[in-house]
């Protein structure tokens, strides 16, 4: 199994002074994104070891609603070493996370505000803003941007303001079509899970249109159970 030293190095970031956009997805082997309807029943030990080190190194978490509502997320924190290691470069203590909602069809007391640990942020259009951000003023900062759709360019910008330059995004799929089909991404950590699901779970990106995309192969790290997890960068 890599050791979290070696996660940490494998998966280096490239610098802080430029927004950076960083996917972490799992797949089967025959390309499902879900086995049973979630993600996390895909993955591993070494899988759960370098979600939590790509949070430890990222200002901020990018998810979808959809995402939360299916994965369950609650209070997103990283443990103590990795406070530590934050803290040692000058970072807040836990990454911000944000959700990306353009209806916001969720509600204030879901996990993922009830237990955060630092207080999240809802990235929605001006519309919904007006319409249903003071539902949430108690739990989260609501971020308006664009007027029909969220316009990722201007929540990138917003992000940059603040100062969040590395952004890990967690999915969903629909969100990494939108990124994709905007010109967005800059890297894709993909972990390879060694099993053939079936059935018609979808792909790790959709809604995109179709292009010929180019991404290199920047690393690659297996562990004893047969995982391979892959680094692509932007070419």
Not at 78 to 97: G, K, N, T
Not at 211 to 234: K, M, P, Q, W
């Amino acid at each position: 199994m890599p050791t979290r030293q070696e996660l940490f190095a494998a998966y280096e970031l490239p610098g802080r002074t430029a927004s950076h956009v960083r996917m972490n997805f799992v797949s089967s082997a025959d390309g499902a994104v879900t086995l049973g309807g979630r993600s996390g029943a895909l993955g591993g030990g070494t899988d759960r070891a370098l979600m939590q080190v790509l949070r430890t190194m990222a200002d901020v978490v990018l998810v979808g609603a959809g995402t939360v509502r299916a994965e369950g997320y609650g209070g997103l924190g990283v443990d103590a070493d990795d406070v530590r290691w934050r803290q040692a470069r000058d970072l807040d203590d836990q990454p911000a996370i944000a959700v990306v909602s353009g209806r916001l069809q969720l509600d204030p007391g879901d996990p993922v505000f009830a237990d955060a640990v630092r207080r999240p942020v809802i990235v929605t259009t001006d519309a919904t803003a007006t319409a249903r951000g003071g539902l949430f003023a108690s739990v989260a900062d609501v971020m308006a941007c664009g007027d029909e759709s969220v316009d990722l360019d201007a929540m990138l910008d917003e992000f940059t303001r603040r100062g969040w330059t590395q952004v890990l995004c967690e999915g969903g799929p629909h969100l990494f079509g939108d990124l994709l089909d905007a010109g967005l991404v800059d890297e894709v950590c993909l972990t390879l899970a060694p099993r053939f699901v079936g059935g018609d779970a979808g792909r790790i990106a959709q809604g995109a249109g179709e292009s010929d995309r180019r991404f290199a192969l920047a690393g690659v790290v297996t562990d004893d159970e047969g995982f391979a997890f892959l680094r692509y960068a932007a070419s």
